[in-house]
């Protein structure tokens, strides 16, 4: 992207500031509409009947891997879609881009990217992925830190103690507290306190977004938190400190029951793991050869972009679990909290992510037939439930909107979602996305199957393999949506 272009697509990012449609618009036909009429949207019918699983592919090259994420796609996947859809220089979104993979292969593939997401972690990972660096400079910095780091742990242990009760609000601090034993507290304290003395902006983000990566993994890295990828994390029963002494729970004499042999955890040493996720990333980032322009990412609700009308040529992206299976705000706090966001804040923004259950003060829209019929069934079942379904598809209509507002007419934007099971019931979420794209304007030609490779990817709870049970191998699909804007 050259500056000219970037000033251009700043511009419109700022000046299309536009408040929420929340218009009622009419109920239509609840058949799909799949006619077609033009040659991309053909070629998008072609491009999803073919291989969409990418199970044997190496899914960690370039800065893909620098930070866990739930649910993140196989970069071959936007990969197919934007070489298949798009040309050189032309323009990638992707309105809830997560860990930026859409982002990252956009830029790979020599085209301009814009990104949004709710979650302040998305940014940074999207960001610190698509941001050239000097490796020298990082290489003498990241000794640095951890050098400075050590100092101030061995010196100044008790003045770090102080620190810890004066930094943060009560809420944040209890949070600390309870989810990250106190000599890991003094470490990331110390960490943190080197890492806001960097005055370069990116080379911060860096640091940061290795720092994170302690602690945001499947198994909650240095914190007291198991299971980080999903809904609820559990604090462990049994934990000992990174220098062996038992800080929770009982000292083992064999007679534990298995739950509590699963939740038993012992804690790394913070500096240890900064190092390594610190060195990790480093070796990508050699490996990267840094050619593109820079992305243009922002904290953003998709549900409102802030970009103009017909200006986009292709979106990839996918939402959240209708169910809140992945709490990407929950997990993500663990580590929002050391870099300066309150738990206040974090809560805040949490009630704007897609598929919230609370839905006392939400604003509903109408669906169209099938979704309505989906939703009110499960309403009877369960009226939290069926409220909490009716929020979900009434926030993706306002992106299904949104997004066919941004996309030039002929273009593409592909859908990637999996279905959930609320009460017992399959939520059907590719039909009635389709079904609910038909009625804000587009044609869907085809719906394409891929099967999650369990092996590879973080799953919500309760996504274990049962091969006997149908609905729990239909749980293993995702259906990648093809939504076609007509000319008009
Ligand atoms: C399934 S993840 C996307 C993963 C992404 N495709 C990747 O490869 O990393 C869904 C994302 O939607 C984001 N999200 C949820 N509600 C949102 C909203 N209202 N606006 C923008 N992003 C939102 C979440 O924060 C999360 O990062």
Redesign the pocket.
């Given at each position: 992207m050259n500056s000219k272009d970037n000033h251009q697509l700043a511009s419109n990012i700022e000046i299309a500031l536009q408040e929420p449609s929340i218009h009622q618009l009419p109920l239509l036909n609840t058949e799909v509409r799949m006619d077609v009429d033009s040659s991309s949207s053909s070629r998008l019918s072609t491009l999803l009947s073919e291989d969409l699983d990418f199970h044997s592919s190496d899914t960690g090259y370039a800065t893909h891997d620098f930070h866990s994420?739930?649910?993140?796609?196989p970069p071959q996947l936007?990969r197919k879609f934007i070489l298949g859809l798009t040309e050189p220089g032309e323009i990638v979104l992707?309105?809830?881009?997560?860990?930026?993979?859409?982002i990252l292969e956009a830029l790979l593939n020599n085209r301009r990217a814009v990104g949004?997401?709710?979650?302040p972690l998305?940014r940074l990972?999207s960001k610190v992925k698509t941001t050239s660096i000097n490796i020298q400079q990082l290489t003498e910095l990241g000794k640095n830190i951890l050098a400075q780091a050590t100092v101030q742990v061995e010196n100044r242990y008790d003045e770090l103690l102080v620190e810890l009760e004066t930094r943060w609000d009560s809420n944040t601090k209890d949070f600390i507290n309870y989810w990250f034993a106190k000599e890991t507290q003094v470490e990331l304290l110390a960490l943190v306190i080197e890492i806001q003395k960097i005055t370069d902006e990116a080379t911060r983000a860096f640091c940061e977004l290795a720092f994170s990566a302690c602690i945001i993994t499947k198994s909650g890295g240095v914190s007291l938190a198991f299971d980080l990828a999903h809904t609820r994390p559990h604090r462990a029963r049994v934990a000992y400190s990174p220098s062996g002494n038992l800080i929770i729970g009982e000292p083992s004499d064999g007679t534990e029951n298995a739950r509590t042999k699963l939740l038993t955890k012992r804690i790394r040493p913070a500096l240890f793991e900064f190092k390594r996720k610190f060195q990790q990333n480093l070796k990508s980032l050699v490996e990267l050869d840094f050619k593109f322009d820079k992305p243009l990412l922002a904290q953003?609700?998709?549900?409102n972009l802030t970009i103009d009308a017909d200006s986009i040529d292709l979106i990839?992206?996918?939402?959240?679990?209708a169910s809140n299976a992945?709490d990407?705000?929950r997990a993500h706090k663990f580590s929002l909290v050391w870099l300066g966001y309150s738990i206040h804040e974090l809560t805040d923004t949490r009630k704007?992510?897609?598929?919230g259950e609370n839905t006392s003060t939400f604003y509903f829209e109408s669906l169209p037939d099938y979704t309505s019929n989906l939703v009110n069934e499960l309403r009877v079942l369960d009226s939290q439930k069926g409220k909490a379904l009716h929020r979900y598809y009434t926030?993706m209509k306002r992106?299904l909107r949104e997004m066919y507002r941004v996309l030039k007419p002929g273009k593409i934007a592909i859908v990637?979602v999996a279905s959930s099971i609320m009460r017992g019931k399959d939520t059907e979420t590719g039909k009635c996305l389709a079904e609910i794209g038909n009625e804000v304007g587009f044609n869907v030609p085809k719906i394409g199957v891929r099967q999650i490779d369990r092996n590879r990817r973080m799953l919500p709870a309760g996504m274990k393999v049962d091969h006997t049970s149908q609905i729990q191998q239909r749980m293993h699909e995702e259906y990648v949506i093809g939504f076609y804007k007509p000319q008009k």
């Open positions: 994420f739930p649910a993140k796609f936007p992707d309105p809830m881009m997560g860990s930026g993979t859409t949004f997401d709710i979650d998305a990972i953003g609700n998709s549900q990839v992206t996918s939402p959240p679990y992945i990407y705000m704007d992510c897609i598929g926030e992106t990637v």
